[in-house]
């Protein structure tokens, strides 16, 4: 059988090997440049989108329900 000590053990020595090597710096860097580049793009969040949208369709709403009145008041203005 195999000895799972033995995988654990190179496991954690291969874990603490890529810490510590210059792929984590690497990895870092990236990550910091991609976030840089979307925050250069003006994005917003799925959440910021969503939460837009509703407002949105609500203003909508409101409008047409606005307009509708208007209507009607003119129409009493004007027989």
């Known amino acids: 059988m195999f000895n799972t000590k033995f995988f654990d053990e190179i496991?954690?020595?291969?874990?603490?090997?890529?810490?510590?090597?210059?792929?984590?710096?690497?990895?870092?860097n990236a990550r910091a440049l991609?976030?840089?580049?979307?925050?250069?793009l003006d994005l917003v969040t799925?959440?910021?989108f969503d939460v837009q949208t509703q407002?949105?369709?609500?203003?909508?709403?409101k409008l047409t329900a606005l307009e509708a009145r208007v209507v009607a008041l003119e129409a009493q203005r004007n027989p």
Do not use: C, Y
């Open 55 to 61: 407002l949105l369709s609500h203003t909508i709403e």
């Open 34 to 40: 991609l976030a840089q580049g979307f925050t250069k």
């Open 46 to 48: 799925r959440e910021e």
């Open 11 to 28: 496991s954690d020595k291969l874990s603490k090997a890529v810490a510590n090597s210059p792929a984590k710096d690497v990895e870092k």
